[in-house]
């Protein structure tokens, strides 16, 4: 790695220098006209450059406020804090984010897993019915007058129920 001049990579202090104009210098102004007298004035003022910004240890330039350092640190200071349009972004995800959680839960909540036993063929379901009636309809269960079902019709469900019915042939 070189720290040659003009590499990016070059020490502080080191490869860069601040280049002062020389003092200009106007020809008699009997031989000039007054157009070109002003021209030439003009070049002699000189408006400071990212050039001229002071190397460590050298006094700054007439004119100049500190470089870009200086500037880096007035952007700093000019960050405006959360901006209200931000915030009507954010409401609607939070939004959604609590409606997705709250289905989740309520589906959790709500499944139940329940052993149904036909005719002596027992399967474990996972339902969200909240009674037999329910269970039996959604599983096409169809009962006759002389079938038994334990427990009773309408009883209400809860995780790990066991549900019997027996057919009367």
């Known amino acids: 790695m070189s720290n040659s001049k003009g590499s990016h990579r070059a020490a502080r202090g080191r490869g860069r ?10 020809p008699a102004a009997a031989s000039v006209p007054l157009h070109e007298q002003l021209t030439l004035a003009a070049w002699a003022v000189r408006v400071p450059t990212v050039v001229d910004t ?3 240890g050298r006094p ?12 880096r640190r007035a952007a700093r200071r000019r960050k405006v804090p959360v901006r209200p349009e931000s915030l009507r972004r954010l409401v609607p995800q939070a939004l959604v984010v609590a409606f997705l959680a709250g289905g989740t839960t ?8 329940v052993t149904l036993d ?4 027992p399967r474990t379901l996972h339902t ?4 037999v009636d329910e269970l039996l ?21 809860a995780d790990g129920d066991e549900v019997v019915v027996r057919a009367w042939r």
């Open 106 to 113: 309520a589906f959790v909540a709500c499944d139940k897993a």
């Open 60 to 71: 700054a330039l007439p004119g100049t406020n500190g470089g870009r350092a200086e500037a």
């Open 118 to 121: 036909v005719d002596g063929t």
């Open 137 to 157: 309809a959604d599983q096409g269960v169809t009962l006759t007058a002389h079938d038994s079902v334990t427990p009773a019709l309408g009883s209400s469900l």
């Open 54 to 56: 002071p190397l460590p």
């Open 128 to 131: 969200f019915a909240d009674d």
């Open 17 to 26: 220098t601040a280049v002062a104009m020389p003092p200009a210098r106007l």
